[in-house]
């Protein structure tokens, strides 16, 4: 677990592609919005995979070390559905988000720009 903690934790530490701009002569608007665009995808998009991934995982060996227990057995599948519920929730805040930023900062809706 400590190994797949640091897999994702030191991959995601790098700024460069969160902060839109090189210096402070070249930040304006229109990057501070693309910044805000920046934090809401990984809050909302990258992040949640992550604690999904882990969640799905613990409960899942969790429903193994308990299988002769049924009380056990009920609570961890109440928890596998209130994950996945949770993530769909997080998905619907990230496109409300998205679509807000879109529109701000006056781009085109399409598809393309909720997933890049």
Do not use: H
């Amino acid at each position: 677990m400590l190994a797949l903690g640091s897999i994702f934790i030191g991959g995601g530490v790098s700024a460069a592609g969160l902060v839109p701009c090189e210096g402070i002569d070249d930040c304006n608007f229109d990057t501070l919005i693309l910044l805000l665009n920046n934090i809401a995808s990984f809050i909302f998009f990258r992040l949640p995979i992550i604690l999904l991934v882990v969640f799905f995982a613990w409960n899942g060996i969790n429903l193994i070390i308990y299988r002769d227990r049924p009380a056990f057995m009920k609570l961890f599948k109440k928890n596998i559905w209130n994950v996945l519920l949770g993530y769909l929730l997080v998905v619907g805040a990230y496109l409300l988000v998205k679509t807000f930023i879109t529109i701000i900062a006056g781009q085109d809706l399409t598809f393309k720009v909720f997933f890049n």
